[in-house]
Each structure stands twice: as C-alpha cells, then as structure tokens.
C-alpha cells in the first residue's frame, strides 16, 4: 500500500514557475513508476509526466516538454514536478499517481493516487 500526499501547487501568473511535490509513504516507494496527472474542468484526467524508478527513464506530453522537469529522491520518498513557463492552459488540479508496472504513461495503469493540488495560472 502506498499513500501519496502532493503540495506545492497555488496561483501563478504566465511565465512564472512552480514546484509541485509528492510524498509517499511505504517502504517500497523506489521500486515504483511515478507520474503525474492533471484535470482541467470540464476534461479527463490526462498524463502530464512519469518517471522510472531508478530515475533514469522520464517521459511527458508534448504541451509541457521543455517547460516541465520530473524527478525523484528515493531516500527521500518523494517525487517532484518542477513547471516553468507555466501558461493559462496549465491550470488544472495536478495529482501524482504510484505504479506497480514496469513503464506505463496510461491513467488505468497506475494503482495509487494522491487528493490533488491545484495549480491556476492567470494570463
């Protein structure tokens, strides 16, 4: 059992920047992927980052790629998202999310998932 906790999120203008983090409880936060997700009203919960256990693999979707940086401190049992550059299509409620599969970026592949932060970005 994993339990995720995410902090960091709040209200940005355009271009500013923010870091997200997640910690997770449970002995065994190093042998799982890690991603990030995001919802904006009204849409579907999509991917927006992952990254492997060791740290050595990392993924993303296009809109964030160059703007968003994923990382992971296995002794610290946490997993952040930095975001620059942050635009008003960013806002939405971002949640980190644990799994058990060797590399995944699908929602319906990750097993836990923290409350969710909120990120509003004004323009």
């Known amino acids: 059992q994993v339990q995720l906790v995410e902090s960091g999120g709040g209200l940005v203008q355009a271009g500013g920047s923010l870091r997200l983090s997640c910690a997770a409880s449970g002995r065994t936060f190093s042998s799982y992927i890690m991603g990030w997700f995001r919802q904006a009203p009204g849409k579907e919960r999509e991917f927006v980052a992952a990254i492997q256990w060791s740290g050595g693999t990392t993924d993303y979707t296009d809109s964030v790629k160059g703007r968003f940086t994923i990382s992971r401190d296995n002794a610290k049992n946490t997993v952040y998202l930095q975001m620059n550059s942050l635009k008003a299509e960013d806002t939405a409620v971002y949640y980190c999310?644990?799994?058990?599969?060797?590399?995944?970026?699908?929602?319906?592949?990750?097993?836990?998932w923290g409350q969710g932060t909120q990120v509003t970005v004004s323009s």
């Open positions: 999310a644990a799994s058990r599969q060797l590399w995944s970026l699908r929602r319906d592949r990750y097993d836990y």
